[in-house]
């Protein structure tokens, strides 16, 4: 059972170059969420998908674009890099959004922008 | 202003101690989660325990308990008997359930706390 997989794991870029994270969950889950994680700021929402054709802004969507696939699969694409985009992003699924529903998250990609 | 707030960046706490973890919230939506995810050196997040805004006990899950005080909008988490293992950076999270565009299971994460557990 893998659960929520991220590719890849880490990555450089060179400012201006894009790139495409991606991400698919197995557990037949609605919403896909893409967080970034700053050194002390905590993870903050990028964009995410409610729902299998939906797709909403989330606190810090600047520079970022996403597309969600299919019900399984959930990308995120930088299309021109900026240094200020160097994080660690996260690609989280849950089945619904009601009660104790729990956030499942991949394990990170590492993006270095030069 | 900060939706979650973790006033704690760094704590130190005895092996077999117990140790509470701050968490205050700031919400005018009557109904939503609380949850705690723990975040090891390896980096993966892991989750811990979830409050509901309705629920009229304190969460528990084995060592872990949520200290939860609606009035005073906060909800700590104790972990009781610290262990090696327990040394991780913990988050806070909220999930406001009236939200626009079916926002879902939207999370707002505060900034942490890194626990330290002394052997």
């Known amino acids: 059972n893998a659960g929520v997989t991220q590719t890849p794991k880490f990555q450089v870029l060179k400012t201006g170059q894009s790139m495409t994270l991606q991400c698919a969950q197995d557990?037949?889950?609605?919403?896909m969420y893409w967080y970034r994680q700053d050194p002390g700021m905590g993870l903050r929402l990028i964009y995410y998908?409610?729902?299998?054709?939906?797709?909403d802004k989330g606190e810090v969507p600047n520079g970022y674009n996403v597309s969600r696939l299919n019900k399984r699969e959930f990308s995120l694409r930088l299309e021109s890099a900026a240094p200020s985009q160097t994080s660690v992003y996260f690609c989280?699924?849950?089945?619904?959004?009601?009660?104790?529903?729990?956030?499942?998250f991949g394990a990170g990609s590492r993006l270095t922008v030069l | 202003a900060q939706k979650i707030t973790q006033t704690q960046p760094g704590m130190f706490v005895q092996e077999k101690e117990a140790v509470t973890l701050d968490c205050t919230y700031d919400?005018?939506?009557?109904?939503?989660?609380l949850f705690w995810y723990k975040q090891p050196s390896s980096g993966e997040m892991i989750f811990l325990i979830y409050?509901?805004?309705?629920?009229?006990q304190n969460a528990t899950e084995g060592r872990y308990s949520l200290n939860f005080q609606k009035a005073r909008k906060s909800a700590n988490l104790v972990i009781s008997a610290s262990q090696l293992g327990d040394s991780a950076m913990y988050f806070c999270?909220?999930?406001?359930?009236?939200?626009?565009?079916?926002?879902?299971?939207?999370?707002?994460f505060g900034g942490g706390t890194r626990l330290m557990v002394k052997p």
């Open positions: 989280a699924s849950t089945y619904d959004g009601s009660g104790a529903n729990v956030l499942t």
């Open positions: 557990m037949n889950h609605n919403s």
């Open positions: 998908s409610a729902s299998e054709g939906t797709t």
């Open positions: 919400t005018s939506d009557p109904s939503y989660g």
């Open positions: 409050q509901g805004s309705y629920d009229q």
């Open positions: 999270a909220m999930r406001e359930d009236h939200r626009p565009n079916n926002a879902g299971n939207m999370l707002t």
